[in-house]
């Protein structure tokens, strides 16, 4: 009987620590987004893909933008192993100006915390635009 109990503790304790093994793993496509220049008003919305290239479901408990003028939104069900997630990004284009914010996202992979960028200019506009372009 006490073997009997030692096998099954055993075989407990090994089948726990396989599952602690499978780990989430978030890659992006890409870590910049780069708006370029881009005119007072227009769409500031642009997405972050990525993909769980783990082997346990990936889940993104919140995303933070460094400023109020950037609004992340997260996917709101767990990315399964192999599959593919967008994490949108609004910023307010009413700031004429360079755009230089910082996203940080939350998740259960392995590198737990990771910091995506947006980049551009907002420019006064639309003829500033033109000018720049000929």
Same mark, same amino acid.
Not at 86 to 115: F, L, M
């Given at each position: 009987?006490?073997?009997?109990?030692?096998?099954?503790?055993?075989?407990?304790?090994?089948?726990?620590?396989?599952?602690?093994?499978?780990?989430? &793993?978030? /890659?992006?496509?890409?870590?910049?987004?780069?708006? +370029?220049? #881009?005119?007072?008003?227009? %769409?500031?919305? @642009?997405?972050?893909?990525?993909?769980?290239?783990?082997?346990?479901?990936?889940?993104?408990?919140?995303?933070?933008?460094?400023?109020?003028?950037?609004?992340?939104? &997260?996917? /709101?069900?767990?990315?399964?192993?192999?599959?593919? +997630?967008? #994490?949108?990004?609004?910023? %307010?284009?009413? @700031?004429?100006?360079?755009?230089?914010?910082?996203?940080?996202?939350?998740?259960?992979?392995?590198?737990?915390?990771?910091?995506?960028?947006?980049?551009?200019?907002?420019?006064?506009?639309?003829?500033?635009?033109?000018?720049?372009?000929?």
């Amino acid at each position: 009987m006490k073997n009997i109990i030692m096998i099954l503790f055993v075989s407990f304790l090994g089948a726990t620590l396989n599952a602690q093994d499978a780990k989430a &793993k978030i /890659e992006f496509k890409t870590e910049v987004v780069d708006y +370029g220049e #881009i005119a007072k008003g227009s %769409d500031g919305v @642009r997405t972050f893909e990525f993909t769980n290239t783990g082997d346990a479901p990936l889940v993104i408990s919140k995303v933070y933008s460094s400023c109020g003028c950037t609004i992340p939104k &997260k996917p /709101e069900d767990p990315i399964a192993p192999g599959a593919t +997630g967008v #994490i949108e990004v609004k910023y %307010d284009t009413k @700031r004429v100006g360079p755009i230089r914010k910082t996203i940080t996202v939350y998740s259960n992979a392995e590198e737990a915390t990771k910091a995506i960028k947006i980049k551009g200019t907002v420019l006064d506009d639309t003829k500033s635009i033109l000018e720049k372009k000929n």
